[in-house]
């Protein structure tokens, strides 16, 4: 009888350090090294290999990610707003693309050190506001590019209507209403996340209020939904209806456009498809269907690479949205010139820049794949 009881009182701590501590959809916020007990099979799961692997692996993966993409954007932004001077309503979602990647290129730092040491040690205000930077910046990064995407759908397959609703103004209005949704999306890891004593460290992990998972699966399914489902979506419809109409056209910039829709397509689903699956499946464990341990140590090893994958991203998209196009590599070149001499690098927009002054009207009148390439780009 006494075996039982303390078997009932194990099981019971072990579901409310599950139901307490889940893992969030932050790579180095699931470093929690506990075990977790699963009643149906009478065995403790543990997971004392990821920290290993993960303090020896992603402290330096971080470090040069922060770099990288601290320089690219930040360039994407000084370009911008010193250079370009924010004239169109691309050039809006440009720079707030660039801001949104600097805000999830300041949580790396933090999450750097966190695997380096396996314990938090910045107080919990920052826990709050490393988590929410983190939300943050993933939901505005997918919020931007789709509503570029629908930017690019307007402007080339909708050119007529185009030409009233493509204003800076309501670039400015449209992304003001983006932020205010991500933030607002981003909240629970404001109000979850807190610095909890584990042991001989500090860890930074969701605290949920209930005894069950329904916080979690509920936060699981927003990224999946919010930040997943609904932009695929939209970008499969732009860019199907872009591809047709580009089909259509017979000019020299035809496959250029063709090219950078594909390019931006194929690095979206590449770098967020995989962390949104395992979250998925992470669901699917909380829900109890996914319950043996063998399992979830692969998914918690899933969980950690998807998650670092879905982080390389906010390096690459100054080189997808910005550095691709040739009129921002024109400002680029421009920027530099103020300031030192990059002759191999200006060379060859040298005949690019004299035909664009010759032709900077029939950008926006010729057609609509011309505007694409021309006025987007």
């Known amino acids: 009888m006494d075996g039982e009881l303390r078997s009932l009182l194990a099981r019971g701590k072990q579901e409310d350090l599950l139901a307490d501590y889940q893992l969030s959809p ?25 920290p290993a692997f993960a303090s020896s692996f992603f402290p330096v993966l971080y ?15 000084w370009v911008l707003i010193v250079f370009k001077k924010i004239r169109a309503m691309t050039d809006v ?60 759908y307007l402007a080339i397959v909708r050119s007529v209507y185009a030409l009233q609703v493509r204003t800076t103004t309501r670039g400015i209005i449209a992304s003001l209403a983006l932020w205010a949704v991500a933030i607002l999306a981003s909240a629970p890891g404001l109000v979850f996340f807190q610095e909890v004593d584990d042991g001989n460290r500090t860890i930074c992990v969701p605290h949920y209020p209930d005894s069950g998972n329904g916080w979690k699966i509920f936060s699981n399914c927003e990224v999946n939904i919010v930040g997943w489902l609904f932009p695929v979506s939209i970008l499969i419809f732009c860019y199907h209806n872009i591809l047709r109409n580009l089909q259509r056209c017979h000019t020299q ?57 879905s982080l390389v991203h906010c390096c690459l998209n100054p080189i997808i949205y910005a550095f691709v196009g040739e009129k921002f590599k024109k400002y680029l070149c421009e920027a530099f010139s103020k300031y030192t001499h990059f002759p191999l690098f200006c060379k060859e927009h040298s005949a690019f820049n004299k035909r664009s002054t010759d032709r900077h009207t029939s950008l926006y009148t010729v057609s609509s794949q011309s505007s694409f390439v021309g006025s987007v780009f």
């Open 253 to 309: 910039n035809k496959y250029k456009a063709m090219k950078l829709v594909f390019v931006v397509v194929i690095v979206f689903f590449l770098f967020w498809t995989p962390i949104n699956i395992v979250i998925f499946l992470d669901t699917l464990r909380n829900m109890h269907i996914i319950d043996d341990c063998h399992t979830s140590q692969k998914l918690e090893l899933a969980l950690e690479l998807a998650e670092t994958l």
């Open 93 to 152: 979602y440009l720079l707030n693309l660039a801001i949104s990647d600097l805000i999830f290129v300041f949580s790396l730092p933090f999450l750097a050190q966190y695997s380096l040491v396996s314990s938090w040690t910045f107080g919990n205000a920052m826990c709050k506001i490393v988590s929410s930077a983190y939300f943050i910046g993933f939901y505005s990064s997918a919020f931007f590019i789709t509503i570029m995407s629908i930017d690019r």
């Open 26 to 50: 932050t790579v180095t916020f699931s470093t929690l090294n506990d075990n977790i007990y699963y009643p149906e099979l009478d065995i403790d799961c543990e997971f004392e290999s990821i």
């Open 63 to 77: 470090s040069i990610l922060f770099v990288i993409g601290l320089i690219g954007n930040a360039l994407v932004v």
